[in-house]
């Protein structure tokens, strides 16, 4: 009785202290969302990868969103037509650098400053070299969804295969059966025709908020900040009860030397990170948890990498990338956060 008691004290700090900034950031990101056109920006891009990345990797300024509305942006990004690296930096960082996940860290680990700054530094430099690696691959069609790829702006179409009949070529495009096709259908339409799922996933053209009235422009802002609350919610309650469990339950004796370790801390981090899936806006307070007995490096690496690849973001990036993609992302990502931090941990060790 005495552990459950304390386990749901506990589980109150964690929510009562993150709710705050949970609510600011679904505000902040529906007002920026509605009354700022990403579309403007689309030409102020730089065409150079590098300096396209680290631009799309700070952009998160201008539109600070977690790793669930980070991705609905970066859609409309690539659908209009901004560089590849402006997009990845965007996906990846934006969900960290932005004033309203700066501030809550900042909240959460006051004390140790050097926590707050190596977030944004981490977070910032692996986001812009991802999205420089991914600037080499010009054409887009193997990356992305079809459904994103047709709408896409200056991205070459896909090439049908060719089939060489003497000395001409013929393009060929072979019938293929819906349900053989990739993608995900279900049974409707007329006469039982099989319709895919993601057909609708993405329009034609992004939907132009600013020649609507400021009536509906509040109203899609309240209707917007309702929905994001009530998904992000029950996240961040999960989060919250998880952290909460996990101090109470687990043998002390595990936790102390798990967290010691250089390595070890580093990687049961960033499975957590990955398993926990907790909106950036309140991770800093999750993480916070765990500050007296896991090392630095490891709670950065739980800082760095979860906001960029976790359950909930690789099912909300599957709307826009091949899963093949996305492992390399995950790949990517997880090798930088564990070079970036293991090095910070074997300096202060």
């Known amino acids: 009785m005495n552990q459950l008691n304390n386990g ?5 700090s964690l929510l009562v202290e993150a709710m705050p900034f949970l609510l600011l950031g679904v505000l902040f990101s529906s007002l920026l969302l509605f009354f700022v056109d990403e579309r403007k920006l689309v030409e102020k891009m730089p065409k150079n990868p590098l300096l396209g990345a680290l631009v799309g990797s700070m952009i998160g300024f201008l539109f600070p969103v977690c790793e669930c509305g980070n991705v609905p942006v970066a859609r409309r990004f690539l659908i209009q037509g901004v560089p590849t690296p402006v997009a990845i930096g965007f996906l990846l960082a934006a969900p960290t650098i932005n004033p309203v996940v700066i501030w809550a860290t900042w909240t959460a680990f006051r004390d ?11 977070s910032l430099a692996i986001a812009t070299i991802i999205g420089f690696v991914f600037s080499f691959q010009k054409d887009l069609n193997p990356i992305v969804q079809p459904a994103i790829a047709r ?9 049908p295969e060719t089939k060489r009949r003497g000395k001409r070529y013929q393009v060929q495009q072979e019938t293929v059966p819906n349900l053989l096709q990739s ?7 007329k006469a ?16 132009s908020t600013a020649s609507k009235p400021l009536a509906d422009k509040l109203r899609l802002v309240v209707d917007n900040s309702i929905q994001e609350l009530r998904e992000l919610g029950g996240v961040m309650i999960l989060g919250s009860a998880i952290a909460a469990a996990i101090q109470v339950l687990a043998p002390r004796e595990l936790i102390l030397s798990l967290g010691a370790g250089p390595i070890s801390s580093i990687a ?12 950036s806006t309140v991770d800093s307070f999750f993480a916070l948890s765990f500050a007296s007995t896991f090392s630095s490096g ?3 690496a739980f800082l760095v990498f979860g906001p960029m690849i976790d359950i909930k973001s690789v099912g909300l990036m599957l709307s826009i990338f091949k899963p093949k993609t996305i492992f390399y992302l995950f790949a990517l990502a997880a090798q930088l956060t564990f070079v970036f931090t293991l090095f910070l941990n074997l300096h202060i060790f």
């Open 112 to 122: 140790q400053p050097e926590i707050v700054v190596l977030r944004v530094v981490f």
């Open 192 to 207: 039982g025709i099989p319709l895919r799922i993601d057909a609708n996933l993405v329009p034609p053209t992004s939907i």
């Open 151 to 159: 709408y896409m702006k200056f991205n070459p179409p896909a090439q």
């Open 183 to 189: 993608g995900t259908y279900i049974l409707g339409g």
């Open 268 to 279: 049961v981090m960033l499975i957590l990170a990955v398993v926990v899936s907790i909106c």
């Open 298 to 300: 490891s709670l950065l």
């Open 8 to 12: 749901f004290t506990l589980f109150l």
